[in-house]
């Protein structure tokens, strides 16, 4: 695999995904060509990364960085002529990704790594269509958009090489992408699969009469989600075991939480579940988003991003911390941590952004 600098990346697939990679690279000073069969194709393309741009200048860009490096080319052979690295956000089909990646095998030098955004196939089936190097393919998926979310999940097929991961993963971190690398295929790899698992309790919750569809958001935004937003789940058990750490909190807990588990939630989405479930929300969020809510939800993600870089910054985080007053991780520092997050932004229900000081 090359050790040459990854400078040039050709984008296939210019949707939702491939338009915010696109706005991601170019942030980051890196010439883009992109492709799309679809009509109309480029000037959507252009037209979201120019709205994305804002958010981005916010967060902050590199030297270098412009929107005139895209390059949008209708032909495949010529868009990844010359590309460092693929990025591919095609239809999740396993017989077009199987066909294209034979293309691809083709057309581009052994060394040039393609990286797919599925979210639901494995690479193991995905590079059996590469007949001459499978070991360059790798899973790099994004959680949404990619542009604002750190999130890059990485997952080798049964023949990409330890070289790709590798290579794959210096390149998302330069970008300021927070890798996670499976070491096993599962269908929705990781943050899905988490999603999946709270939704599905959602759901339940509220179509059973539980609680209301704002209550249950609520609960899930004004209380776990803000310390997620910092913490993850198993640091939180560390936290919440006080003194004794994850220890004792298996020690406190777990009698409770696995008789939890034995009472959540298994609905089935049959058309009235999903109609009960559409019916809970406010009508004004049941419709398509505006323009102008999705611009307050572009805000509102960029503000939280960013007072999670200024904290984690701040408050490095020790190997085994403990919840003693001195301990930058402590309850007390959570507490603060939550508060400050809360204070930065917050989005009412009016889609309007409060910012307090």
């Known amino acids: 695999m090359t050790t040459k600098p990854l400078r040039r990346v050709a ?26 069969v679809a009509p109309d194709a480029e000037t ?22 412009s929107q005139s490096k895209l ?21 999740e089909r396993i017989d077009f990704k199987k066909k294209l990646y034979g293309q691809l095998d083709e057309l581009l030098p052994p060394d040039v790594i393609i990286a797919s955004s599925s979210s639901g196939l494995t690479m193991s089936e995905i590079q059996s269509g590469c007949a001459a190097h499978p070991e360059r393919c790798v899973i790099g998926h994004p959680f949404n958009p990619p542009h604002l979310m750190p999130l ?32 096993k295929e599962l269908p929705g790899h990781v943050a899905n699969r988490l999603q999946a698992a709270l939704s599905r309790e959602v759901y339940y919750l509220v179509s ?4 209301s569809a704002a209550d249950a958001d609520t609960a899930c935004s004004w209380g ?25 909190f298996f020690q406190q807990f777990t009698g409770p939480m696995t008789a939890w588990w034995k009472v959540l939630g298994q609905p089935v989405l049959t058309p009235e579940v999903q109609k009960k479930l559409i019916d809970s929300v406010p009508p004004r969020s049941a419709r398509a988003p505006s323009t102008s809510s999705r611009q307050s939800e572009t805000k509102c993600c960029s503000g939280s991003l960013s007072c999670a870089r200024k904290w984690r910054t701040r408050r490095p985080r020790p190997r085994r911390p403990s919840a003693s007053a001195d301990n930058p991780w402590s309850h007390h520092c959570r507490t603060q ?3 400050q997050a809360a204070c930065e932004v917050r989005l009412w229900p009016s889609g309007e952004i409060a910012r307090s000081s």
């Open 11 to 36: 984008i296939i697939g210019t949707g939702v995904i491939g338009a915010s990679w696109t706005a991601l690279f170019l942030a980051n000073g890196l010439e883009v060509v992109a492709t799309d």
């Open 44 to 65: 959507a393309l252009k037209r979201f990364v120019e709205a994305a741009w804002p958010a981005l200048k916010r967060l902050g860009l590199s030297p270098g960085a």
């Open 71 to 91: 390059t949008f080319k209708a032909d495949l052979a010529a868009a990844v002529k010359g590309a460092d690295l693929v990025q591919e956000n095609g239809p």
């Open 152 to 183: 890059v999940e990485i997952v080798g097929g049964a023949k990409t090489s330890e070289e790709t991961i590798q290579c794959v993963t210096e390149f998302y971190t330069g970008l300021g992408k927070r890798p996670v690398r499976l070491h």
């Open 208 to 211: 059973e009469g539980v609680v």
């Open 224 to 248: 776990p989600g803000l310390r997620w937003g910092i913490m993850g789940s198993l640091l939180l058990n560390h936290l919440g075991g006080g003194e004794g750490g994850i220890e004792h």
């Open 337 to 339: 941590i939550a508060a």
